[in-house]
């Protein structure tokens, strides 16, 4: 099966993965049989990977192996990602395989998604184990009474769950300080409460029927994902694992229950597994979840649903403005506001993403009508938050849907309405209007095909001349991505839109550095987007396509994303800058916070805002057109080079010849080519 | 029995637990490690720890893995069974564990004097014929060797491998440390082994004094000790090469990516044979 010619890759790949994983976690074997044991993973990911028809399920096991041989530490499987992306999106032996890029995501997720579930189970299946060691010398107590009860002590106070033991009434006899900390409550005041009243409301009853004695018989167990309510009122998400234990007689006696805080797992495997119901940071349901409710309500209502889809307006500036402790603590009260709003319906609230909510009522005879649903949330919204901001948002509406409409429908037509209604502004609201959808929804098809497209090679680079006006400062070429008729500014917005966007830049990158490695047209301008400069990887991108194309950095001019330095830290420009390699501004407006910025990282470049190039362009003699005159002159002063994009015209770029700025690029100075043309 | 621990008879098996008001080295270094091991107080000490030497994980993980490298090398000079003194809660890689995939009838004695860790061991190994732990300090000798030989799982006639791995840092000079030595190395043959490693001022002065200054607030104060001073603690001992030399030094195995700096390593380490 496996070709002889790609085995000296795969062992290159596997030492490569041994080497950036073996500083992370203490595994007790040598260098060279962890090798072998990591090339046994890579065999298993490549035959998957080129397996026809391709699936990633044989991956899971990966993250499973890695996590039994303690393969474990913090960075462990970040580290296996990078590696393993990189490796696999440009090896050899790969690089015939069909839609390579969309596999490779599949295998990392599920990769990943198998490492956090074993995680948990491994940490969890421990804990039990010592606990049942222990409930069996217990059993054995009367004799070795002192022994057995200290080692019950130690799990007991050592644990990093939550243990609690309950008498047959449901009161707390005793509890460990790890309960303690997820509640909120000292645990030396914990005995002698009720244990369900630890819990959120919605919760109680349940448990209380689970808890009686006779629920649960010798010897068995339940396990359940229930919310504790923290002293606060925060709703914790935890595992419980509930064992009846019995007397020396063989009588029920006590319940003991193990309690795993799963809201903080979900935090230290953040960006690895979302498989989970909730959302742990409001204590909704999440949008997995969502969905199968969506579902389920659709299916049995009488009278119609009713589906909102909510974006929080401008709410990426509470989080940059005030910090995300306060942005966390505002998206917890909007959560709880909205099931204020719907408490007297069958609804179902949940976080759906980031600052994005959704709401399904089931309608009943007495719901309100939908404009006056949607004024009840804004009215919940408008109300002050503690730190005194007020938010408001955008709704997409989807009210009483066809019963043959299902839930992937339902979803994306409320989305799509609710991405129309944001076009409209802040506190906007809009029903789903069928022909206004098929819009939008052909450009949204289209940001899905992106993947495939790129791996079939419909995207193409192509380079635009940059005029040189006279400074002979900036010269050369910009790259810009086209795909059939879109043009680069499209492409980038479908690619941001579907989290493309990483992809892409290293692919384009790695194209136009080759191109440019063996041009004489000069200098390689490559203009990245928002989520590209804030790429933590986006250096070791950079130094890697130079080394491989063996183009000097002195031949790339790399412009990032203004307004991404300033949200994210100018850390990947100070690095490039440090590795020899000229940086630009693009999307510069020339407002203060940008001036410092300018100042801070002295870029060798300022690449204006396109926005603010039509605008100025349009008004001349205007201040703004003055104001314009002494930007450029101060920026120039200070070293920078000013450089205007997507100029159209001859006039156009005359007029800021005027203006005194070093260089432009756009339609004026001629057509973009592709490369095999310079 | 603690305040607030309520319904005392239903829970007679709940008596007077460890002390969790104190930090201690074993859970300290449980955590450095990334087990679960540990209170809310080991937790904030190795965070103080940590801002004292920030390599202070990586050197945990170097320490280990010095551990299970002597322990291989004493298997391929023939010793068989062990004494590990100070062999902290069971984690990752232990003694008889890494023993036992080239030796399968290797036995070993554990030793430390701290609860968590005995008590954890003592699980691990309550059906294992082959391996026990002892609760003793081992600065105690004649304790820690009287109940040795009690478990009749050592042969004295037979050479022993002496592990003293990140331990004897913990024992202050006036506890006679070359004493201490001499004493376990007289009570075994020739061939024996003894591995050592410690906390070194030679290597980073200022977080080293920083650690120590941190340990002041734990139930372990720290000592360490010059590379002359560890090297005099092989008295009676031929030290095998590289010598008493920072982790990573200690015959490195193949293939090992050389990420760790060794002068960031703070501890010195060696193995000798007795002669
Ligand atoms: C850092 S741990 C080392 C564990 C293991 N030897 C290793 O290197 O991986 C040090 C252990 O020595 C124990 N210890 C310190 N002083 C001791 C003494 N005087 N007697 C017994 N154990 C001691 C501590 O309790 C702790 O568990």
Redesign the pocket.
């Known amino acids: 099966m496996a070709q002889p010619p790609a085995r000296p890759r795969r062992r290159e790949l596997a030492r490569e993965w041994m080497t950036a994983v073996y500083p992370t976690a203490y595994v007790p074997l040598s260098p060279v049989e962890i090798e072998r044991f990591l090339l046994d993973l890579v065999d298993v990911i490549a035959d998957a990977v080129q397996a026809e028809p391709f699936t990633a399920a044989p991956i899971a096991e990966v993250g499973q192996r890695l996590v039994r041989n303690h393969f474990t530490g913090p960075e462990t499987l970040q580290r296996t990602v990078e590696v393993l992306g990189r490796a696999l999106l440009f090896t050899p032996e790969l690089s015939d395989v069909p839609s390579l890029p969309e596999k490779v995501v599949a295998i990392l997720g599920a990769l990943s998604t198998g490492f956090a579930t074993a995680m948990r189970l491994d940490a969890f299946d421990r804990q039990e184990e010592v606990k049942a060691a222990l409930l069996a010398a217990k059993q054995r107590a009367e004799r070795v009474l002192e022994v057995s009860e200290a080692r019950f002590r130690e799990v007991f106070t050592t644990s990093a769950f939550g243990i609690v033991v309950t008498d047959l009434d449901g009161v707390c006899v005793e509890a460990n300080e790890a309960l303690g900390e997820m509640v909120g409550v000292p645990f030396t005041e914990l005995p002698g409460r009720r244990l369900v009243d630890l819990f959120h409301p919605a919760d109680a009853d349940a448990l209380a029927t689970r808890y009686h004695p006779t629920g649960v018989r010798r010897g068995e167990r339940f396990r359940e994902q229930r919310r504790l309510l923290r002293d606060d009122g925060e709703p914790v998400w935890v595992h419980l694992a509930v064992s009846l234990l019995h007397d020396a007689d063989g009588a029920p006696a006590f319940h003991v229950t193990m309690v795993e805080d799963v809201s903080e797992l979900h935090l230290l495997q953040k960006n690895l597994d979302h498989q989970l119901l909730h959302d742990s940071l409001t204590g909704l349901s999440n949008r997995q979840r969502f969905g199968s409710r969506l579902e389920a309500m659709h299916r049995k209502s009488h009278r119609g649903i009713t589906l909102y889809h909510l974006d929080l307006d401008a709410f990426s500036v509470v989080n940059i403005g005030m910090g995300h402790a306060v942005g966390d603590r505002l998206l917890r009260e909007v959560g709880r506001r909205l099931e204020v709003v719907v408490a007297g319906e069958r609804a179902l609230v949940a976080r759906v993403a980031g600052d994005e909510f959704a709401i399904v009522v089931d309608n009943g005879p007495a719901t309100p009508r939908v404009p006056e649903m949607v004024e009840r949330i804004n009215h919940a919204l408008a109300e002050p938050m503690d730190c005194g901001t007020a938010l408001s948002a955008s709704i997409g509406v989807v009210d009483r849907p066809g019963a043959d409409w299902d839930v992937d429908e339902l979803l994306r037509a409320a989305t799509a309405t609710l991405h129309r209604a944001k076009a409209h502004g802040k506190r906007q609201w809009l029903p789903y209007d069928r022909h206004e959808d098929r819009r939008s929804r052909a450009w949204l098809a289209r940001a899905a095909r992106m993947p495939g497209a790129l791996a079939d090679a419909e995207l193409e680079v192509e380079y635009r001349p940059v005029a040189d006006f006279g400074s002979g400062r900036v010269h050369g070429r910009v790259a810009r991505l086209r795909w059939d008729e879109l043009g680069h500014g499209d492409c980038v917005e479908l690619a941001e839109a579907n989290g493309w966007s990483l992809v892409l830049g290293q692919w384009a990158l790695r194209e136009a550095a080759a191109a440019a490695a063996g041009w004489s047209a000069g200098v390689l301008h490559f203009v990245l987007s928002p989520m590209q400069s804030r790429d933590e990887d986006l250096v070791g991108t950079v130094m890697r396509v130079l080394d491989e194309t063996a183009l000097p950095g002195t031949g790339l001019r790399i412009h990032l994303d203004t307004r991404a330095m300033l949200a994210a830290g100018g850390d990947n420009a100070q690095v490039l800058r440090d590795n020899g390699i000229p940086i630009g501004l693009a999307g510069f407006n020339g407002g203060q916070a940008e001036l410092s910025l300018l100042d801070e990282l002295a870029a060798d470049v300022v690449l204006l805002a396109p926005a603010a190039v039509r605008r100025l362009a349009d008004r001349p003699g205007s201040l703004p057109h003055r104001a314009i005159g002494e930007l450029v002159r101060s920026v120039r002063e200070f070293g920078a080079a000013v450089c205007v994009p997507d100029l159209d015209t001859p006039a156009l770029a005359d007029w800021w010849r005027e203006v005194g700025v070093d260089g432009a690029f756009g339609a004026f100075a001629g057509p973009a080519v592709p490369g095999y043309e310079l | 029995m603690e305040s607030g621990c309520g319904v005392v008879e239903r829970t007679s098996w709940v008596p007077a637990g460890v002390d969790t008001g104190l930090p201690?080295?074993?859970r300290?270094?449980d955590y450095l490690?990334g087990g679960g091991h540990n209170f809310a107080a080991d937790r904030a000490l190795a965070e103080r720890f940590l801002l004292a030497q920030p390599n202070a994980r990586a050197i945990?993980r170097l320490?280990?893995a010095?551990?299970r490298r002597a322990v291989l090398h004493l298997i391929d000079r023939g010793v068989r069974q062990f004494l590990?003194?100070?062999?902290?809660?069971p984690?990752v890689g232990n003694v008889h564990e890494i023993a036992r995939r080239s030796a399968p009838d290797a036995r070993v004695v554990y030793?430390?004097?701290?609860d968590v860790?005995v008590a954890h061991s003592r699980l691990l190994l309550e059906d294992d014929p082959l391996a026990t732990i002892l609760q003793?300090?081992?600065?105690d000798p004649t304790a820690v060797l009287g109940a040795a030989r009690g478990t009749g799982l050592l042969d004295f006639d037979r050479p022993i491998g002496l592990?003293?791995?990140?331990?004897f840092h913990?024992?202050p000079p006036e506890d006679d440390p070359a004493g201490v030595v001499a004493a376990y190395r007289d009570a075994v043959v020739p061939g024996s082994g003894l591995a050592l490693?410690q906390f070194t001022s030679d290597l980073q002065p200022a977080e080293m004094a920083g650690i120590v200054e941190v340990m002041k607030r734990s139930?372990?104060p720290m000592y360490p000790r010059t590379h002359a001073e560890i090297t005099d603690l092989f008295a009676g001992f031929d030290v095998v090469e590289p010598g008493v030399v920072p982790l990573p030094l200690w015959r490195p195995e193949e293939g090992a990516p050389d990420t760790d700096d060794p002068a960031r390593a703070g501890i010195f380490a060696g193995v000798g044979l007795k002669k």
């Open positions: 201690s080295a074993a300290l270094y490690l945990a320490n280990r010095f551990l590990d003194l100070g062999s902290g809660i984690t030793v430390d004097f701290e860790a003793e300090d081992m600065t592990l003293m791995v990140g331990v913990f024992v490693s139930m372990n």
